[in-house]
């Protein structure tokens, strides 16, 4: 098992930042890719941004690319998404997961693992 417990997200006017971070505990080893999605009220769960446990590589969804940033530190299994320049359509909320296989990483059925969630809220 591997537990993800994001940090508390906050609110944030336009064109403000913040920065959330999911720390991993449990059979980390066993886990391919850490991801961050969102889901807004009615809508589907969405994919943010990824990265590659061991590879490091990175990918974002069109919507956050230029903005968003996904990190890690390695020595705290700490997955970090700095968001910059964040609009009221970044509403949600933020969790993230873990993926054993890593195959399609922008797809919520590829992860085996989430945390509970944290709730961001950007006002214009």
């Known amino acids: 098992q591997v537990q993800l417990v994001e940090s508390e997200g906050g609110l944030a006017q336009a064109g403000n930042s913040l920065r959330l971070s999911c720390v991993a505990s449990g059979r980390t080893a066993s886990t391919a890719v850490i991801g961050w999605f969102r889901q807004a009220p009615g809508k589907e769960r969405e994919f943010v941004a990824a990265i590659r446990w061991v590879s490091w590589r990175i990918g974002y969804a069109d919507p956050v690319k230029g903005r968003f940033t996904i990190s890690r530190d390695n020595t705290k299994n700490t997955v970090y998404l700095q968001m910059n320049s964040l609009k009221p359509e970044d509403t949600a909320g933020y969790y993230c997961?873990?993926?054993?296989?890593?195959?399609?990483?922008?797809?919520?059925?590829?992860?085996?693992?989430w945390g509970q969630g944290t709730q961001v809220t950007v006002s214009s």
């Open positions: 997961a873990a993926s054993k296989s890593g195959g399609t990483w922008d797809k919520s059925v590829d992860y085996d693992y």
